[in-house]
């Protein structure tokens, strides 16, 4: 539970994470998930970015969540840059 808090923190203050596969990712508004034995971070940005770790410490960057921007996300606001916030 240590090791979420701390990423947490780390992540909404804006300070690089430690990362074996992408050096010094930051994130925006991150959510966390886990799954059997992996755990996922996701975060704002362009087609929401998505990493992965087996340990918290070490991060792979992933394909983001969409390949482009949803079509229904540019018809329903006026200006979408495909700036997409992550899902909490």
């Known amino acids: 539970m240590k ?7 780390l992540a909404i203050t804006n300070q690089t994470l430690v990362a074996q596969y992408v050096p010094s990712p ?3 508004d991150p959510v966390m998930m886990k799954q059997d034995s992996m755990y996922y971070l996701f ?3 362009r087609n ?3 990493w992965s770790s087996k340990d918290m410490l ?3 960057r992933e394909k ?7 079509a229904w996300a540019a018809k329903a606001v ?3 840059v495909n700036h997409i916030w992550a899902p909490d």
């Open 3 to 9: 090791k979420i808090i701390v990423l947490f923190l």
């Open 48 to 50: 929401i970015a998505m």
């Open 43 to 45: 975060c704002t940005g």
């Open 64 to 70: 983001p969540v969409f390949d482009t921007a949803p």
């Open 58 to 60: 070490n991060w792979k």
């Open 78 to 80: 006026p200006g979408f």
């Open 26 to 28: 930051t994130v925006h």
